[in-house]
């Protein structure tokens, strides 16, 4: 298990990497933490001829909070991600998924733009930047360009990402006051990878309905399954048991989940159908103020 040869280089600033990525483009691959890439490059599934090292762009490493939004750089740590008490305050579900991830050294190691860029279904960042439609933000010599989470993920392991550029940051909302949130997964192990997992949010009005819900699925398809577009009807109502019967059944009747060595697709459905009323139901207890019951 050792990787095919490479050469590698440490740029100390964005110009630079920009020079050896225009000179080496579809040869080469930037490293982060080296959580996912290692590996693959292990097992040869990946057989960069240079390896472009960013951790010296030290700048690339920040939570900041611009008004609404909270952007994240690319390079900081997953392990930063979950002990930012900006975001335990402003965007809490970010924390407590990335909290998910894997085991605790590998989150001290993993970058969010590594995450994001590595594009596995089933991992938490990208499940939580398209629940809260987060916007990537990409560089290269040619300029800047930004990307909603939609668009950015193709397909399985794919991004929109061309080879000469570099993932600088992603920006996620500041959640409204009162509105609640969740994530929950289903693993076969702690700090496995989750077989199925489900992020949501929501926020109630003055009468108890519905005023705004978000929920996106990971590990169904190749790529986080946002469903925003069937939520609409579900809008306006105060939630009982009724409603959510149908808003599962909505979800997961014409649903094309996969199916692979983990779990079969009828699986994958079974689970999302215990799932989805878990989150659901625990970001409706946060939105009403409470904890949910675990
Ligand atoms: C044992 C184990 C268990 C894990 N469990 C989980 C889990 O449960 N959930 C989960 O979500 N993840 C899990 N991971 C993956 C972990 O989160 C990785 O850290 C993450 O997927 C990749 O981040 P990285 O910084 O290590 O990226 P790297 O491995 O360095 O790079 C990954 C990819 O992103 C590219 N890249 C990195 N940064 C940039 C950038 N700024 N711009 C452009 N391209 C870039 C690289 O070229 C490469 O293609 C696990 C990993 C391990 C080893």
């Not at 750089?73 to 894997?102: H, N, Y």
């Not at 992603?170 to 959640?175: A, G």
């Not at 939630?239 to 697709?265: C, F, G, Q």
């Amino acid at each position: 298990m050792k990787p095919a040869r490479f050469s590698y280089s440490r740029p100390e600033q964005l110009k630079e990497l920009f020079e050896l990525l225009d000179r080496h483009a579809d040869s080469a691959k930037i490293i982060a933490g080296g959580q996912s890439l290692v590996p693959m490059m292990n097992m040869r599934l990946a057989r960069p001829e240079v390896l472009i090292d960013i951790n010296r762009l030290t700048d690339l490493s920040y939570i900041v909070r611009k008004e609404e939004r909270i952007e994240i750089g690319a390079l900081t740590r997953q392990s930063d991600i979950e002990g930012s008490e900006l975001l335990k305050e402003a965007c809490p579900i970010l924390p407590f998924a990335v909290g998910k991830i894997g085991h605790y050294a590998i989150r001290q190691r993993g970058t969010i733009g590594g995450s994001v860029v590595h594009a596995d279904p089933s991992a938490e960042l990208p499940v939580i930047a398209s629940l809260l439609d987060a916007n990537i933000h990409i560089a290269s010599s040619e300029g800047e360009r930004t990307v909603p989470a939609e668009e950015f993920f193709v397909t399985i392991y794919t991004t929109d990402l061309l080879p000469m550029e570099v993932v600088t940051s992603i920006d996620f909302p500041v959640l409204e006051a009162g509105e609640g949130w969740a994530y929950r997964d289903f693993t076969r192990r702690a700090g496995d990878y989750a077989i199925v997992s489900v992020g949501a949010t929501m926020k109630l009005d003055e009468q108890g309905q519905v005023n705004r819900m978000r929920l996106a699925l990971g590990g169904v398809q190749d790529i986080p399954h946002n469903v925003k577009s069937l939520l609409d009807p579900y809008l306006d109502a105060v939630p009982d048991k009724e409603w959510m019967h149908y808003l599962v059944e909505e979800i997961t009747s014409e649903l094309d989940a996969n199916s692979d060595i983990h779990a079969s697709s009828e699986d994958r459905i079974e689970l999302l159908k215990v799932l989805i009323p878990a989150a659901v139901d625990d970001a409706l207890q946060r939105a009403k103020g409470g904890e949910p019951v675990k």
